[in-house]
């Protein structure tokens, strides 16, 4: 890819940029924790987005999507969202350097990438953080990593419309080759965690699904959840929010509160237990404790929270059926998109055999395999 946009560069542009590369992100478990300050389990991934930029002497940003195979020019002095538009990202990550008292230059940029589409690998992210890494790098802004996980995080907030949470961009830019990022979402702050799989591999299956109930049902288990800290601070004064209570707590939580709350206070609680469980069974290469875990985050997910569906559960439960296999979760915001896998490498041909098998006699959809590795965070690649 980083050969195809610079070699297109230079024919559009007549150029030679440099290039910058964010990655994807898999969360290894701790969904839907992170609106209550709890805690997540996230690595990047070898694939990406690739950024190819350089300065020019217009007063004016011409921008190119290899993807779309599409041109976006737009004036330096008048940034604006375009509804629903890719170059959103380029504009609502120069407006944030522009509020940061950053001086604006022009430039020419290519984008391109590696990301599956609708795979949950979050592209969005690694689109804003890969567009940060490249402006900053080109014109040496000396934005530090904190800032631009924040800028892509309020960039997609405001220009792209999309309230997503911080654990996306900030696993995109801090990632490490072969670990995962224990992440505090109270205090942005992570602790590295060597994930030495063995003979085992992470495989996504996509279900290629997405149902259109997802936005609705997030919004109202967010409401759940800030619903059931209003009603137990009256019984746990000190809380902030459900991370600040124990799996200990809760045969008090549920007589407190109302039986369509409890289900999903409990999966938040022990969902955050669950990361510190996990991130410690790999600190101890304890494959089938990890592998455990997954399986009741997707119970959980599927049982409590009410955010699976019925694709997702039964590419979950054919993977948990199999001997190979230690453990299988829905993974990112529900209704569809991926399971996360934890899958002999011996087995691998017999799991996606059997995957998609099942799978298509039973939906009539063929699923997507992806593998994935855990690989650095953003940075300017050598040309």
Same mark, same amino acid.
């Given at each position: ?8 560069f230079?024919q ?15 969360n290894?478990?701790g969904?839907?924790?992170d609106?209550?300050?709890? @805690?997540?389990?996230p690595?990047?991934?070898a ?7 350089a300065?020019n002497?217009?007063n004016?940003?011409?921008?190119y999507s290899?993807d @779309?195979?599409?041109e976006?020019t737009f004036p330096l002095?008048s940034?604006?969202?375009k509804k629903?538009?890719w170059?959103?990202y380029v504009?609502?990550m120069l407006s944030q ?6 001086s604006?230059?022009?430039f020419d940029?290519?984008?391109?990438g590696?990301i599956?589409?609708?795979a949950?690998l979050?592209s ?9 890494t ?8 000396q ?7 924040r ?7 405001l ?5 997503c949470g911080i654990?996306d961009?900030?696993?995109s830019?801090f990632?490490?080759?072969g670990?995962?990022l224990?992440?505090?979402c109270?205090s942005n702050?992570?602790?590295?965690i060597q ?7 992470l495989?996504?299956?996509n279900s ?6 997802a936005d609705t049902?997030?919004n109202k288990?967010?409401e759940a959840?800030?619903?059931?800290v209003r009603?137990?601070?009256a019984? @746990?004064p000190?809380?902030k929010?459900l991370r600040d209570l ?9 007589t ?6 409890f289900p999903?206070a409990k999966h938040i609680i022990?969902?955050n237990?669950?990361v510190?469980l ?8 304890d494959?089938?404790e990890f592998?455990?875990?997954l399986n ?5 997910l599927?049982?409590d929270y ?9 590419l979950?439960?054919?993977?948990q059926?199999m001997?190979?296999?230690?453990g ?6 529900g209704f569809?998109g991926?399971t ?10 017999e799991?996606?055999k ?5 799978y298509?006699s039973t @939906? ?5 395999f992806?593998?994935?590795t855990l690989s650095e965070?953003?940075?300017?690649l050598?040309s």
């Amino acid at each position: 890819m980083k050969e195809k946009l610079v070699q297109l560069f230079y024919q559009l542009f007549q150029n030679q940029p440099i290039v910058a590369f964010a990655p994807g992100r898999i969360n290894l478990i701790g969904e839907h924790t992170d609106y209550q300050e709890g @805690f997540v389990f996230p690595a990047a991934v070898a694939q990406g987005i690739y950024v190819a930029i350089a300065k020019n002497d217009l007063n004016h940003c011409r921008l190119y999507s290899f993807d @779309f195979e599409e041109e976006f020019t737009f004036p330096l002095d008048s940034i604006f969202p375009k509804k629903g538009h890719w170059a959103n990202y380029v504009m609502g990550m120069l407006s944030q350097f522009k509020q940061a008292g950053i001086s604006l230059q022009s430039f020419d940029m290519v984008i391109g990438g590696t990301i599956p589409v609708g795979a949950g690998l979050s592209s969005s992210a690694a689109l804003s953080i890969g567009i940060g890494t490249a402006i900053s790098s080109l014109f040496n802004y000396q934005v530090s990593k904190n800032s631009l996980v924040r800028y892509a995080q309020k960039s997609e907030h405001l220009f792209a419309g999309v309230n997503c949470g911080i654990m996306d961009p900030y696993a995109s830019t801090f990632g490490a080759k072969g670990k995962a990022l224990l992440l505090d979402c109270r205090s942005n702050s992570h602790e590295e965690i060597q994930v030495d799989l063995g003979n085992y591999s992470l495989i996504l299956v996509n279900s290629k699904v997405k149902h259109s109930l997802a936005d609705t049902a997030y919004n109202k288990r967010r409401e759940a959840c800030e619903d059931s800290v209003r009603l137990l601070q009256a019984h @746990f004064p000190n809380i902030k929010t459900l991370r600040d209570l124990n799996t200990t707590d809760l045969g008090m939580i549920e007589t407190i509160l109302p039986a369509q709350f409890f289900p999903k206070a409990k999966h938040i609680i022990t969902e955050n237990h669950r990361v510190h469980l996990a991130a410690k069974a790999l600190q101890e290469q304890d494959l089938i404790e990890f592998g455990q875990l997954l399986n009741q985050s997707h119970q959980s997910l599927s049982e409590d929270y009410e955010v699976s569906c019925a694709e997702l559960d039964e590419l979950a439960a054919t993977a948990q059926s199999m001997d190979f296999v230690l453990g299988s979760r829905m993974m990112g915001g529900g209704f569809g998109g991926c399971t996360l896998n934890l899958v002999h490498r011996e087995g691998l041909e017999e799991f996606k055999k059997v995957i998609q098998e099942n799978y298509e006699s039973t @939906f009539f959809i063929i699923p997507e395999f992806i593998e994935v590795t855990l690989s650095e965070g953003a940075s300017l690649l050598n040309s």
